[in-house]
């Protein structure tokens, strides 16, 4: 027979092991927990915690309105991808804002500052919105002031002082290096270009100059090619900044990764601008098609001297010096703004595709254990409005923004600001996209 001492002692220590489990289990083992963080994952992934709630008015989306950048194929996801400033724009700002347009033709912007929200009000809708990625105190507005006339604006945030303002095309976009903004005009008539400009994110808007097609070595511009301010068009002339008027045909791209540099890609002839000096001129340019892979380096697609057959290169973001792609590289896969990281030899999308050698990326599951935790809320909001449906028929909207370990949920009447579950995938995309 056992001593009751003995029994009573047994039991005391199985149930010190049991709370002991239970308090190390939410822990990695790396961190001396009892289970894998992958685990403690999956317990805690349908409770996510709500940063800030915006409660939208009916009629009010997070969608914007009038047109599409020129080099997109197709309307940009609603939710983007990773919140880099070389994807499309987004309706939701980082982890700071939401973009809006309501009855009427109102618009605002409102941002999640000090505790509290901030509404930057238009009375035109919004065609695109960006906030600056260096620092996030400039907003980029583009409006649309009728079906053919936009206006694009940058504002000091949180103040909301204009810092300035000018008629533009439907769209605007920020430098990668976040220090200049690039808009433009098509031309009127069928002619196939389009007139851009770039102007300063800090200081006094530059003097208007236009590229004037002049660089030795370097083939002329196409026949009656507009080289002289004087030669534009009323609203061309009236665009401010260094401007220069390329040729632009469908399927044609464009890419602003420093102040001082954009690449154009065209009808399978790709050409290197360099601004100095407030004028735009040719580095360089060249036959073939031209692919952006961020945020480190550009890839060229062309014709090879040797084999006369297409071959791989890559090169800088600064400089047209390419570089051969070793022949047995995989494939890269077709162009698309949804891949918007790439190293050496590996790139992920936004949606969790891969290309090239295995990641260490982690698999992205918070999307989906967002669309089921929030679910409820969207089925709720269903029934106390009839539009809910008719512009989120499936459920919830998600947005992720890893960068920032946050993600925007429209359910419906409300657009929530979660905080992400602190898995490994958010330390790896933090350091992977950061900026050049």
């Given at each position: 027979?056992?001593?009751?001492?003995?029994?009573?002692?047994?039991?005391?220590?199985?149930?010190?092991?049991v709370?002991?489990?239970?308090?190390?289990?939410?822990?990695?083992?790396?961190?001396?927990?009892?289970?894998?963080?992958?685990?403690?994952?999956?317990?805690?992934?349908?409770?996510?915690?709500?940063?800030a709630?915006?409660?939208?008015?009916?009629?009010?989306?997070?969608?914007?309105?009038?047109?599409?950048?020129?080099?997109?194929?197709?309307?940009?996801?609603?939710?983007?991808?990773?919140?880099?400033?070389?994807?499309?724009?987004?309706?939701?700002?980082?982890?700071?804002?939401?973009?809006?347009?309501?009855?009427?033709?109102?618009?605002?912007?409102v941002?999640?500052?000090?505790?509290?929200?901030?509404?930057?009000?238009?009375?035109?809708?919004?065609?695109?919105?960006?906030?600056?990625?260096?620092?996030?105190?400039?907003?980029?507005?583009?409006?649309?002031?009728?079906?053919?006339?936009?206006?694009?604006?940058?504002?000091?945030?949180?103040?909301?002082r204009?810092?300035?303002?000018?008629?533009?095309g439907?769209?605007?976009?920020?430098?990668?290096?976040?220090?200049?903004?690039l808009?433009?005009?098509?031309?009127?008539?069928?002619?196939?270009?389009?007139?851009?400009?770039?102007?300063?994110?800090?200081?006094?808007?530059?003097?208007?100059?236009?590229?004037?097609?002049?660089?030795?070595?370097?083939?002329?511009?196409?026949?009656?090619?507009?080289?002289?301010?004087?030669?534009?068009?009323?609203?061309?002339?009236?665009?401010?900044?260094?401007?220069?008027?390329?040729?632009?045909?469908?399927?044609?791209?464009?890419?602003?990764?420093?102040?001082?540099?954009?690449?154009?890609?065209s009808?399978?002839?790709?050409?290197?601008?360099?601004?100095?000096?407030?004028?735009?001129?040719?580095?360089?340019?060249?036959?073939?098609?031209?692919?952006a892979?961020?945020?480190?380096?550009?890839?060229?697609?062309?014709p090879?001297?040797?084999?006369?057959?297409?071959?791989?290169r890559?090169?800088?973001?600064?400089?047209?010096?390419?570089?051969?792609?070793?022949?047995?590289?995989?494939?890269?896969?077709?162009?698309?703004?949804?891949?918007?990281?790439?190293?050496?030899?590996?790139?992920?999308?936004?949606?969790?595709?891969?290309?090239?050698?295995?990641?260490?990326?982690?698999?992205?599951?918070?999307?989906?254990?967002?669309?089921?935790?929030?679910?409820?809320?969207?089925?709720?909001?269903?029934?106390?409005?009839?539009?809910?449906?008719?512009?989120?028929?499936?459920?919830?909207?998600?947005?992720?923004?890893?960068?920032?370990?946050?993600?925007?949920?429209?359910?419906?009447?409300?657009?929530?600001?979660?905080?992400?579950?602190?898995?490994?995938?958010?330390?790896?995309?933090?350091?992977?996209?950061?900026?050049?």
């Amino acid at each position: 027979m056992i001593p009751k001492r003995y029994l009573f002692a047994s039991m005391f220590i199985a149930a010190m092991l049991v709370l002991l489990a239970f308090v190390q289990a939410p822990r990695s083992t790396r961190e001396g927990g009892a289970m894998v963080a992958d685990t403690t994952l999956e317990l805690t992934m349908e409770s996510f915690e709500t940063l800030a709630e915006y409660r939208l008015l009916d009629g009010w989306t997070p969608r914007f309105q009038g047109a599409l950048d020129p080099d997109q194929d197709k309307p940009w996801p609603p939710g983007g991808g990773f919140g880099t400033p070389w994807e499309p724009a987004s309706a939701y700002l980082a982890d700071q804002g939401l973009a809006l347009n309501g009855p009427r033709g109102h618009s605002e912007v409102v941002l999640w500052r000090g505790l509290e929200w901030r509404h930057y009000r238009f009375d035109a809708p919004i065609a695109s919105a960006r906030l600056d990625p260096a620092k996030g105190n400039r907003l980029l507005v583009t409006l649309m002031l009728s079906p053919q006339r936009f206006e694009t604006r940058l504002l000091e945030i949180p103040e909301g002082r204009v810092l300035w303002a000018t008629d533009s095309g439907p769209w605007s976009r920020f430098s990668w290096d976040g220090q200049a903004v690039l808009l433009g005009l098509r031309p009127p008539g069928p002619e196939s270009a389009l007139l851009l400009t770039a102007l300063p994110v800090e200081g006094e808007v530059p003097p208007a100059t236009l590229a004037p097609w002049e660089e030795k070595g370097l083939p002329p511009p196409p026949k009656n090619w507009p080289t002289r301010q004087e030669h534009l068009w009323d609203d061309g002339k009236d665009l401010p900044g260094a401007r220069l008027l390329v040729p632009w045909q469908p399927g044609a791209r464009m890419w602003f990764p420093l102040r001082d540099r954009l690449w154009v890609s065209s009808g399978n002839l790709w050409t290197l601008w360099a601004r100095s000096k407030g004028l735009w001129k040719r580095e360089a340019t060249g036959p073939g098609a031209l692919y952006a892979q961020p945020p480190l380096r550009m890839a060229l697609l062309g014709p090879d001297k040797k084999e006369g057959a297409p071959a791989r290169r890559t090169g800088p973001l600064d400089q047209a010096r390419w570089q051969p792609v070793p022949a047995d590289t995989e494939p890269w896969p077709p162009y698309d703004p949804a891949w918007s990281w790439w190293a050496a030899d590996q790139a992920a999308s936004a949606w969790d595709a891969r290309w090239g050698k295995p990641s260490p990326l982690p698999r992205e599951r918070q999307r989906e254990a967002l669309l089921k935790a929030d679910r409820p809320e969207w089925i709720t909001a269903s029934g106390l409005r009839a539009s809910v449906r008719g512009w989120l028929p499936d459920g919830p909207e998600v947005a992720l923004r890893e960068a920032s370990a946050a993600a925007w949920v429209w359910v419906g009447d409300r657009a929530l600001l979660q905080r992400l579950q602190p898995t490994g995938r958010l330390p790896f995309l933090q350091k992977a996209l950061k900026l050049p």
